[in-house]
């Protein structure tokens, strides 16, 4: 998997600007930051996102994936201003879980998610070296 960088461009914090990579794809479904119960145990967005991450990197587990293969990540969340006063907190547990690894990412508010405790949920696209 390779970081793709234009020439001149400032480097991004948190992500890369896009991602190369040649392999099985392997997608997940809109996953949130309940547990393996469906039940939320936390009503704070950090916690909800590192949540929704380890989820991400169970389901992809079962296909032998891990951190280090996310080539792309959609996060919708409910408050981008949430999101905002939680980045700090969000990035100290996304080193926790995902290390160093920044794949191509987009941050979109929406009103509300399906699950109606959910304040993220996040699609992942992962590739598998055949």
Request: with cysteine; charged share 25%; hydrophobic share 45%.
């Amino acid at each position: 998997m390779k970081a793709l960088q234009p020439p001149g461009w400032p480097r991004p914090k948190g992500y890369s600007n896009g991602m190369a990579a040649r392999g099985r794809i392997i997608v997940t479904a809109g996953v949130v930051g309940w547990n393996e119960e469906e039940r939320f145990t936390s009503d704070r967005l950090a916690d909800q996102f590192a949540q929704a991450l380890r989820n991400i990197l169970a389901i992809l587990a079962c296909d032998g994936a891990g951190p280090g293969r996310i080539a792309r990540l959609t996060c919708y969340v409910t408050s981008i201003d949430e999101y905002l006063e939680s980045a700090k907190e969000i990035g100290t547990a996304w080193r926790e879980i995902m290390g160093k690894h920044y794949p191509a990412m987009a941050l979109v508010e929406v009103v509300r998610l399906v699950e109606r405790d959910a304040k993220v949920e996040i699609e992942a696209t992962a590739v598998v070296p055949e």
